[in-house]
């Protein structure tokens, strides 16, 4: 579990299955799904 900001929502979630990738650059992130209204979330440095 892994707590991201939803900037549609407003807030942070906590969701349940973020997955690992690595940008253009090579810096790692991470990429996952709202649960509540399922805009793309994602965190730099995951």
Do not use: Q, W
């Not at 991470?30 to 979330?41: E, F, I, N, S, V």
Request: charged share 30%; proline share 4%; aromatic share 4%.
């Amino acid at each position: 579990m892994a707590s991201m900001y939803c900037v549609k929502c407003r807030g942070k979630k906590e969701v349940s299955d973020p997955e690992n990738i690595t940008m253009k650059n090579g810096k790692k992130a991470l990429k996952a799904t709202c649960p509540d209204c399922g805009t793309k979330m994602f965190r730099i440095g995951g």
